[in-house]
């Protein structure tokens, strides 16, 4: 049984599979003399795959392994002198140190193995952007599956680790998420201060660093909604739209009957009672242009949706709901006040 046991150790070994403790446990049976001779057994087989890339250790480590090393010929010595055979003395003395040398690189490769092991450095992360610029949306598709649309001026970070023991994923905008189901992998947003978690869902997720407002409106499934600064948990089911004021910290949360927080995907604008500076913030990006706001007492809040239209059309309309005129200035646009 132990046989079967140090095999499987010095294969996963070799492989540079063994655990810390797994190369503990092989290095204390290879430095036991009374089993010298089941080494011959396991090694035979093994020899030609022994890790001959080893990284030296340090000195004092090094000067500790040759006082093991001068032990186990000392042993192997002793051995060999007190054979009763003289005939077979020669015989014994190679298959001695032979076995011996086995030991010694094993022990040599195993304690180096350990060393590489307990230094090695944290696999290094390196990222993947996506991203859409001003005017613009794009469709991504991950290694899961999971399927999204990115609104105008979004990035999306992807983890080269994405799908192997978690899915997380680093995003800065506007998105429309179709989650793949994986109950072992819970899928993860994380945005600002904000973080948003799932099995298997779909759900319109929008924080734009520049903007005062976190929202997140769900079709399908359900979504929990973690915001730190505001030292908030919520859960959101489908057919809800949730709003956080980073500002204040307010947060709203209603039922829909039709999700028009998506309608952007189809190239509509939609605003429910939205503060104007919020609706300047998503003109500029939906429209690449600049568009600024000059007015003393903007508090305006907009409620419309505007189908596919040019941007005249909607600064048209914003003015003439709220009585504020426009210019143009180079390409800007200007929306002002005459007060």
Not at 229 to 258: F, M, R, Y
Not at 261 to 266: F, L, M, R, S, T
Not at 299 to 318: L, P, R
Not at 319 to 328: A, D, E
Request: hydrophobic share 35%; net charge neutral; with cysteine.
């Amino acid at each position: 049984m132990q046989d079967t046991i140090i095999i499987l150790l010095l294969q996963k070994y070799i492989k540079n599979q063994c655990s810390e403790q797994e190369l503990h446990a092989l290095l204390h049976w290879l430095k036991s003399p009374d089993n010298h001779a089941e080494l011959d057994l396991v090694v035979k087989p093994l020899w030609e795959t022994i890790d001959k890339n080893m990284s030296r250790p340090e000195g004092e480590r090094e000067k500790e392994l040759h006082e093991e090393v001068s032990l186990l010929l000392s042993e192997a010595k002793e051995k060999d002198t007190s054979t009763s055979k003289p005939g077979f003395r020669s015989k014994k003395r190679l298959n001695v140190f032979s076995r011996v040398a086995v030991i010694l690189i094993l022990v040599f490769s195993v304690t180096f193995g350990l060393l590489k092991v307990l230094d090695r450095p944290s696999p290094q992360i390196t990222y993947t952007e996506k991203r859409s610029d001003k005017g613009e949306k794009k469709n991504i598709l991950l290694a899961d599956g999971t399927k999204i649309i990115l609104n105008s001026d979004t990035k999306l970070r992807i983890p080269s680790d994405f799908n192997q023991e978690e899915r997380v994923i680093e995003m800065e905008g506007e998105g429309f998420f179709d989650v793949t189901p994986n109950p072992d992998k819970p899928f993860i947003i994380k945005s600002g201060e904000a973080q948003v978690k799932v099995l298997g869902t779909s759900f319109n997720f929008k924080s734009y660093k520049e903007d005062d407002f976190i929202k997140l409106t769900v079709s399908t499934g359900k979504v929990r909604v973690n915001v730190a600064d505001q030292d908030l948990q919520l859960s959101v089911s489908p057919n809800e739209h949730l709003s956080v004021n980073k500002v204040d910290g307010n947060v709203s949360k209603e039922t829909i009957q039709e999700n028009n927080y998506i309608k952007w995907i189809q190239g509509s604008l939609y605003f429910n009672k939205e503060p104007i500076r919020e609706v300047i913030k998503t003109i500029n990006r939906t429209y690449n242009r600049k568009v600024i706001l000059q007015c003393k007492h903007c508090d305006y809040k907009i409620t419309g949706t505007h189908d596919n239209k040019s941007i005249e059309a909607v600064i048209e309309a914003i003015c003439f709901t709220t009585g504020l005129h426009s210019r143009q200035e180079g390409d800007n646009i200007i929306i002002y006040d005459k007060l």
